[in-house]
Nanobody
Framework: QVQLVESGGGLVQAGGSLRLSCAAS????????LGWYRQAPGKQRELVAT???????TFADSVKGRFTISRDNAKNTIYLQMNSLKPEDTAVYYC?????????WGQGTQVTVSS
């Protein structure tokens, strides 16, 4: 069973930065896709950023130019660097990984941006 453990969420003022981490229980090379989603209260879960086979990366329009995704293969960890945060970025952020056998989710980490 794959485990994804997020960390790094918290409360930050608008304009600030946070870096989220997602540690996987096995090599991240084994996944076809890795990424981040978020869910705000009363809204559907939405894509934030996804990396397909270490090559192409897709970002939601709302975060382009502010968020970046990166990885540390030795630590089996992916990161979401969030800069210039806005109150509308407030949500629970979930790590996501996919391979040929299924899709996996972390437990989520809360990000709250105050105005």
């Amino acid at each position: 069973q794959v485990q994804l453990v997020e960390s790094g969420g918290g409360l930050v003022q608008a304009g600030g930065s946070l870096r989220l981490s997602c540690a996987a229980s096995r090599s991240i090379f084994s996944f076809n896709a890795l990424g981040w989603y978020r869910q705000a209260p009363g809204k559907q879960r939405e894509l934030v950023a996804t990396e397909i086979t270490s090559r192409s990366t897709t970002f939601a329009d709302s975060v382009k130019g502010r968020f970046t995704i990166s990885r540390d293969n030795a630590k089996n960890t992916i990161y979401l660097q969030m800069n210039s945060l806005k109150p509308e970025d407030t949500a629970v952020y979930y790590c996501n990984a996919a391979d040929r056998w299924g899709t996996y989710w972390g437990q989520g980490t809360q990000v709250t941006v105050s105005s």
